[in-house]
């Protein structure tokens, strides 16, 4: 079936413009990969990708076929058969991809298929509500992403070729795409912009007809006239111009204004600016930015900067660690005490940290976090790993402070500890079904004969730093710049690479031993400046490419005890006789943290140590802050207008058609007017009766109305003359009088409205159900 048939598959009403059930399936699946394409910045890649493709591809190739079937059904059957079979094809697909054994001869929906996909849904909501961006591709997600893409594949079909409302389905893809990039805050993405604009062009160039709507396709320019003025009411079957012109304004639009939007936060930023703050290990693009920026300062009242951290990750499939996602409770509630064995220190304490250069849905803070004040917005606290999640908050320009108490035992009381031998949940010591071999080799080797697990773990932090080089290029260089099992064999091959790959290869290594592991995510200790608070406290500060990885190892009755193996960086822990501990609580000595070079400006550190560290308030943009936002308000303010300028562009091109004597132009004129104003305006409806209604019903000028309709009907029933001119008569001053009088009888919000959103210019079939 050529792309030239009717949407239906019969005669194609006008080459070029019409398109047939192939048409529409195309037009339709690209639609569907705008809308759907930006998941991939919330959502790790996995089988959601295969399951989207393979249920929207059948509700569309289900589409194209009724319409095939039924090109010569009437309208009442041909037009709601689609949206139905589709629906069916859709359940029968997710049928398929979700639960097949359970369904009627493996492809009919049973009612514990549809049980079975509501416990996907309610999984995936609280992977949603209490997971963080990226999320983890299970199988909950997968089946959600699938459902949504075969019901937003009928939605779309049905706008975009049933109703022939291409602005609406413009309208709906732009919302569906730009969800994800405001969920994660990140900035515009160039290539899925210029996408939607492309897509808008074809949405508006390719016209669609249900059968027995459309007359036949005239063959020569003489006969399109004829039809012309047979039909003066009837829509016109093609808006080459205002589609191509409505398309190259928004990639116009496109290529001005998206490389002065906001980029993502994993991009470069040369020059500083904000981090988005991220709970996955994909640190390596920020780390290794070439002019890194201040992220934050803090104070801390026992002068040692401690790591803060922002997530723990604990699942690991053989790919990825997958972020925690701990239940939570009102930050005011706080964390809950710290429960200390009898005989071991306890140091409690107090940081204040000020964000300067960092946002997104975590608070950095120290471990173990027992209460935060001053945060402004809504958060929540989670008991299990003492982080700081957003309810309704971001962390750009914070200014809180936290209270910690931090164990200290021994050395003799860590060692008489056990790490293998904890009553913890399996999957803190799951390992992939397929391992490398030299993961649990190389941990076997470098424990060697200790004895306690507290001295096997030392031998594996002393065995990395000492023998391991930190690098952030080699890793991409050799092509394991990742966190999946073979990553880490290669690592430990190579022996270079940076944290997270320190961090991962530790807590699989400690874990073949029979450790419980898991990896935190945050920043390391701060570097001291030349700056004191009001009571003379150092200010420390820490940049963007200090953030880090490292790995925690449970011990019965002491809890989480963090391991510093990634080489010359942090801290490594060191427990003593004297109940000193590192890993967080001892100062750095010289060299031990990357020196800093941010060229981003520091906050005053005055503000960072206040007595009422609630008293905080948002504080204002920089003007390189505030930029992107104007840029990116002029280009939503742009975007907007175009459907207006299109219709003043229209609106001239009939009006000048109009001054020349054409009756058509001039009548097509006053019926999208009409639209446009919300007024009635059936194609049903005879020219002389509308004249007469809207004399009658609106107070239009009756003489400059009686001059259009005999100038209508001229044209359109009088006897035509080969090669005969237009007639002389001017017709734009009772077309503007007609115009004027019909927009003085609406109210102030319909004129305006006609103006920013022209009505004309939406579908035919929804303007006759919404104007007749």
């Not at 699938?146 to 022939?164: E, K, N, P, Q, S």
Request: charged share 15%.
């Amino acid at each position: 079936m050529s792309a030239d048939a009717s949407a239906y598959g019969g005669p194609p009403p006008q080459r070029r413009t019409e398109g047939g059930p192939v048409a529409a399936a195309l037009l339709t699946a690209l639609g569907l990969v705008v809308a759907v394409w930006p998941l991939s910045a919330v959502v790790q890649p996995g089988s959601w990708g295969e399951g989207a493709v393979a249920t929207a591809g059948t509700v569309i190739v289900a589409g194209a076929l009724v319409r095939f079937l039924l090109r010569r059904a009437p309208v009442w059957l041909a037009i709601p058969a689609v949206p139905i079979v589709q629906l069916g094809a859709c359940a029968i697909a997710l049928t398929v991809f979700t639960a097949r054994q359970a369904g009627r001869g493996w492809l009919l929906p049973s009612p514990e298929v549809w049980r079975t996909i509501d416990a996907f849904f309610s999984a995936a909501l609280s992977e949603i509500r209490d997971g963080v961006a990226p999320l983890a591709a299970s199988p909950a997600i997968a089946v959600s992403v699938a459902t949504a893409a075969g019901l937003i594949a009928v939605v779309l079909d049905l706008v975009l070729v049933t109703l022939r409302a291409p602005l609406i389905a413009a309208v709906l893809i732009t919302a569906l795409g730009a969800a994800p990039g405001v969920v994660v805050r990140e900035g515009a993405n160039p290539v899925w912009f210029i996408g939607l604009a492309l897509a808008i062009l074809f949405f508006l160039h390719v016209r669609f007809a249900p059968p027995g709507s459309e007359r036949p396709a005239p063959a020569t320019r003489d006969e399109t006239v004829a039809v012309r003025r047979a039909h003066p009411d009837a829509p016109l079957r093609t808006r080459r111009l205002p589609a191509f012109l409505l398309g190259f304004l928004a990639v116009l639009a496109a290529l001005i204004v998206s490389p002065l939007l906001p980029l993502s936060a994993s991009g470069l930023n040369v020059g500083g600016g904000s981090t988005t703050l991220s709970a996955t290990l994909d640190l390596g693009k920020d780390l290794r930015r070439p002019a890194p920026a201040t992220a934050l300062t803090l104070i801390s009242d026992d002068g040692t900067p401690p790591y803060l951290r922002i997530a723990t990750l604990t699942r690991f499939d053989g790919s990825t660690w997958q972020p925690d996602r701990p239940a939570t409770v009102p930050l005011s509630q706080g964390f809950g005490d710290v429960a200390a064995p009898d005989g071991v220190a306890v140091h409690k304490t107090k940081t204040t940290i000020r964000t300067a250069g960092i946002s997104g849905s975590w608070l950095p803070v120290p471990y173990q976090a027992t209460a935060v004040r001053g945060e402004n917005g809504s958060w929540n606290a989670a008991a299990d790993n003492r982080t700081v999640i957003a309810a309704n908050a971001d962390a750009a320009d914070q200014n809180y402070s936290i209270d910690t108490a931090v164990l200290q035992p021994t050395l003799d009381q860590i060692r008489a500890s056990t790490s293998s031998g904890a009553d913890v949940p399996a999957d803190l010591r799951a390992l992939p079904a397929k391992m490398p071999a030299i993961i649990a080799d190389s941990a076997r080797e470098v424990v060697g004969g200790a004895t306690t697990d507290y001295d096997k773990l030392i031998a594996l932090q002393t065995w990395f730093r000492a023998g391991f080089r930190y690098s952030l290029q080699t890793p991409v260089d050799d092509g394991f710049d990742g966190t999946n099992v073979d990553a880490v064999a290669r690592f430990l091959t190579v022996r270079e690479g940076y944290c997270v790959h320190f961090a991962g290869a530790f807590a699989l290594m400690a874990r073949s031993l029979g450790m419980p592991t898991r990896i935190v995510v945050g920043y390391l200790p701060g570097t001291a400046t030349d700056r004191r608070s009001d009571d003379g406290k150092v200010v420390y500060e820490v940049s963007t490419d200090q953030l880090h990885s490292w790995p925690e190892v449970y011990f019965a009755g002491i809890g989480w005890v963090p391991f510093e193996p990634t080489a010359t960086r942090g801290i490594p822990t060191a427990f003593t006789e004297d109940s000193t501990s590192a890993g967080g609580s001892t100062a750095p000595s010289a060299g031990t943290t990357p020196a800093p070079t941010s060229t981003g400006a520091a906050k005053d550190p005055k503000n960072l140590d206040v007595p009422n560290a609630g008293a905080t308030g948002a504080s204002k943009p920089t003007a390189l802050q505030a930029m992107p936002i104007v840029w990116t308000a002029l280009g939503v303010l742009a975007v907007l207008l175009i459907p207006a300028l299109i219709r003043r562009l229209q609106t001239a091109r009939r009006r000048a058609a109009a001054g020349r004597g054409d009756a058509v132009a001039a009548w097509t004129e006053l019926r999208a007017t009409l639209q446009d104003l919300g007024l009635p305006a059936s194609s049903a409806e005879s020219p002389r009766a509308r004249g007469e209604r809207l004399v009658r019903e609106r107070g239009v000028d009756a003489v400059a109305m009686d001059a259009l309709v005999r100038a209508i009907e001229h044209a359109s029933y009088a006897r035509q003359v080969p090669d005969a001119p237009p007639g002389a008569a001017d017709l734009r001053p009772p077309l503007d009088a007609i115009r004027a009088d019909l927009r003085a009888h609406v109210s102030r919000r319909d004129r305006i409205a006609a103006v920013l959103t022209p009505r004309s210019l939406l579908g035919s079939r929804l303007l006759a159900t919404s104007t007749s």
